[in-house]
């Protein structure tokens, strides 16, 4: 099974270029027919890289071609993105409980089961939680794992109060697995009508939306998907 699909990798080398300033604002991607040609994959693949490059808003593209956004957005490196990962996961537990609303084996949405690289009915493991201080809901979220993590860690599949704390750290440390590749996106949206119901907002309210992927050499190990309500602020200090 390989490691990462070949549209991400494709997707994260324009996006390094992007980031690096290899490729400056205005400047024209290969087309997709070279690209294909020189990473020897279908039209369907590139299409599917870029697709994801213009959701994060890095490329723009046009009837006479693929550009770089006039402002592409920035990110971390690797190291960083993974130590800002755990902070927020950390930051978002502290003082807070957290109640698990559904877990189970699933078969995931196309996007997810590319993510982990499986087979069509494949199935993975879905949990969707909230979290809060008191009254007030600070969380939603959906994370996802291997299957065959829930015989190791059979609190993957348990949704009694208390079996969500620390439920990434006994995945590590049951699976032998170690975080080497880290990826985190936020950005701001309004919520659907499942986010609003589960923070008890109104629909359209303002939130702040992210996901996360941590990964190593044989492949994901976790995915998340997150949003917070208004007027919540997350920090980070960093170390020179």
Excluded at 102 to 114: F, H, M, Q, T
Excluded at 129 to 147: D, H, I, M, Q
Excluded at 150 to 170: C, E, F, I, K, Q
């Amino acid at each position: 099974m390989a490691s990462q699909k070949t549209f991400t990798k494709i997707a994260d080398h324009f996006r390094e270029r992007i980031l690096s300033g290899e490729l400056e604002p205005g400047a024209r991607l290969p087309t997709n027919r070279e690209i294909a040609g020189q990473w020897q994959v279908a039209a369907a693949t590139v299409s599917r890289a870029l697709q994801a490059l213009q959701v994060e808003n890095y490329i723009r593209t046009t009837p006479r071609g693929t550009y770089v956004a006039d402002d592409p957005r920035w990110t971390l490196s690797a190291r960083d993105r993974l130590t800002r990962v755990q902070r927020i996961k950390s930051f978002l537990a502290e003082g807070e409980t957290s109640r698990v609303t559904a877990a189970g084996l699933v078969v995931p949405p196309l996007y997810v089961a590319e993510l982990f690289d499986l087979d069509a009915g494949d199935q993975i493991v879905r949990r969707e939680w909230l979290a809060g201080r008191g009254k007030t809901r600070t969380v939603f979220a959906v994370t996802w794992y291997p299957a065959p993590f829930a015989a190791l860690v059979p609190d993957l599949l348990n949704t009694a109060p208390g079996r969500n704390h620390g439920l990434s750290a006994r995945v590590l440390e049951a699976t032998g697995r170690t975080i080497t590749h880290a990826r985190d996106d936020m950005h701001a949206r309004t919520a659907d009508a499942r986010e609003a119901g589960a923070l008890g907002l109104p629909v359209g309210s303002a939130i702040l939306a992210g996901a996360h992927r941590w990964s190593d050499d044989a492949g994901v190990i976790e995915y998340g998907e997150w949003c917070l309500p208004p007027r919540f602020t997350i920090g980070y200090e960093y170390q020179p």
